[in-house]
C-alpha cells in the first residue's frame, strides 16, 4: 500500500536551516508529482511547494521563494525541502503529498498524504 | 492568485441529517478543452491527514462513502454529506489544482453533530 513518512522536523531558531524528508514505498515514485503543504496550528492548509515526478520543474508558494528549496531522488524513492533563514511563521506541520495523475503535474489532485512533520520556529 | 472561499466556517448537523458546504472560487477553474473542473475536496479528522474524497469536482475516489457528493462548475462547488454519521466529524476543505501554481485551499469547514 502507498505509505509516505516525513522526517526531520523539530524545533530550530530563526534564521537557521532544516532539512525535510518524506520517504514513498508502496507506488512507483519516479512517475509522479509530489508537493509539501503545510499547516500552522490550528490552521488550514497551506500549498507550499511542488515538484514535476522528474525534477524538470518546481513551484513555491511566493512566502518562501528564495528560501526553500524542494527536490527529489527518485532512485532513493524520496522527496526533500530545504528550509533555509526559516522565520516564526513557518511554524506548522508539514505534509508531503502524491499527485493523483502520473506524468501530470500541472493539475492533480493529491490522493495520498503522509502524516507530517512539525517544524517548530522559535528563540 | 486563485482565492476558494468556504461556507460556512463551521455546521452542526444532527446525525442522519444532510451537510452541505459550498465552495466558492475567484476564477473560472473550468476547463472547456477538457471538460473538467480542477477542484477537490478532502476530510480531516482531529490528529489526522487530509483524505481526498472527490476530484474533478463530482469523481467519489475509490472507496468513499457514497453519502459524499460533490456537485457545481465554474466558480461554484458544493460538498454534501447526505446522512450524516458520527466518523463524518471533520473539518473539510475544497482545492482548486487549475492552470498554474500557487494551487490554493479553502479556509476549511467544520463539520460537528448537533
Known amino acids: 500500500q502507498v505509505q509516505l513518512v516525513e522526517s526531520g522536523g523539530g524545533v530550530v531558531q530563526p534564521g537557521r536551516s532544516l532539512r525535510l524528508s518524506c520517504s514513498a514505498s508502496?507506488?512507483?515514485?519516479?512517475?509522479?508529482?509530489m508537493h509539501w503543504v503545510r499547516q500552522a496550528p490550528g490552521k488550514g492548509l497551506e500549498w507550499v511547494a511542488g515538484?514535476?515526478?522528474?525534477?524538470?520543474?518546481?513551484y513555491y508558494v511566493e512566502s518562501v521563494k528564495g528560501r526553500f528549496i524542494i527536490s527529489r531522488d527518485n532512485s532513493k524513492n524520496t522527496l526533500y525541502l530545504q528550509m533555509n533563514r526559516l522565520r516564526a511563521e513557518d511554524t506548522a506541520v508539514y505534509f508531503c503529498?502524491?499527485?493523483?495523475?502520473?506524468?501530470?503535474?500541472?493539475?492533480?489532485?493529491?490522493?495520498?498524504w503522509g502524516l507530517g512533520t512539525l517544524v517548530t520556529v522559535s528563540s | 492568485d486563485i482565492v476558494l472561499t468556504q461556507s460556512p466556517d463551521s455546521l452542526a448537523v444532527s446525525l442522519g441529517e444532510r451537510a452541505t458546504i459550498n465552495c466558492k472560487s475567484s476564477?473560472?477553474?473550468?476547463?472547456?478543452?477538457?471538460?473538467?473542473?480542477?477542484l477537490a475536496w478532502y476530510q480531516q479528522r482531529p490528529g489526522q491527514p487530509p483524505k481526498l474524497l472527490i476530484y474533478?469536482?463530482?469523481t467519489r475516489k475509490s472507496g468513499v462513502p457514497d453519502r459524499f457528493t460533490g456537485s457545481g462548475s465554474g466558480t461554484d462547488f458544493t460538498l454534501t454529506i447526505s446522512s450524516l454519521q458520527a466518523e463524518d466529524v471533520a473539518v473539510y476543505y475544497c482545492?482548486?489544482?487549475?492552470?498554474?501554481?500557487?494551487?490554493?485551499f479553502g479556509q476549511g469547514t467544520k463539520v460537528e453533530i448537533k
Open positions: 503529498a502524491k499527485d493523483l495523475d502520473s506524468y501530470s503535474f500541472d493539475g492533480s489532485a493529491y490522493d495520498y
Open positions: 474533478w469536482a463530482s
Open positions: 482545492h482548486q489544482y487549475y492552470n498554474a501554481p500557487p494551487w490554493t
Open positions: 508502496g507506488f512507483t515514485f519516479s512517475i509522479y508529482g
Open positions: 476564477q473560472n477553474i473550468f476547463y472547456s478543452s477538457n471538460n473538467k473542473n480542477y
Open positions: 515538484m514535476s515526478y522528474d525534477g524538470s520543474d518546481e
